[in-house]
């Protein structure tokens, strides 16, 4: 992606930079109803958190993405037939809505993220945003690996970020790690946001 593309803002500036990052995400479920996941920059820094609310047994399905001081940055929850903005979809395909804070209030949604298909081999979802509604598709489009939790996010033709699902015997023990490449001025907040929803709606 070149530098000069205009900044992808979802969540917020202080979550863009101008340059590529290499980050990593690491997920360790820690009981049926409660899992943790981490967002580390390349020096190992935490950058965000998730501490419950993952895990799954968690049938609220609310989830709340913190920075490294643990305030609130969004809330992630997955619905049943709601609407983000204008955007309306079927209950048959799961969805996910992504809030501001910790409010799950509609005038506080972000975007909607659904499957494409709800008989899909991959786990591919589009992504709506509330303030951008376009009849004619989605604003983003994830496109994922049929052999593992490795995906691609498209805005249109261009590929603004990839994230590599590291499988490895500790995955069978609840631990899964992911290394993230996102592109200059795209959101990583956002990015997050996708690696949850893809792994949640992957195994429930």
Not at 63 to 87: F, R, Y
Not at 116 to 134: G, M, P, R, T
Not at 150 to 162: M, P, T
Request: charged share 20%.
């Amino acid at each position: 992606m070149a530098t000069d593309e205009p900044t992808i803002k979802i969540i917020g500036d202080q979550f863009c930079v101008s340059y590529t990052l290499h980050l990593n995400v690491k997920r360790k479920v820690e009981s049926f109803s409660h899992a943790h996941y981490d967002m580390f920059d390349s020096n190992g820094d935490v950058l965000l958190q998730i501490d419950g609310g993952a895990g799954v047994w968690n049938s609220a399905k609310k989830i709340v993405i913190k920075d490294h001081a643990g305030s609130p940055v969004i809330t992630l929850q997955k619905v049943n037939d709601a609407s983000c903005g204008n955007q309306q979809t079927s209950s048959w395909k799961k969805k996910w809505q992504i809030y501001e804070g910790e409010s799950v209030e509609q005038n506080h949604c972000v975007c909607s993220v659904q499957q494409s298909d709800a008989l899909q081999i991959k786990n591919d979802l589009d992504v709506y945003l509330a303030s951008n509604y376009k009849e004619d598709g989605p604003d983003f489009h994830v496109t994922a690996s049929i052999t593992s939790l490795s995906f691609k996010v498209w805005k249109g033709n261009l590929i603004i970020d990839e994230v590599k699902h590291n499988y490895t015997w500790g995955s069978c023990q609840g631990k899964e790690s992911f290394k993230v490449k996102v592109y200059p001025e795209v959101d990583y907040a956002f990015i997050l946001a996708l690696v949850v929803i893809m792994h949640e709606t992957e195994n429930v």
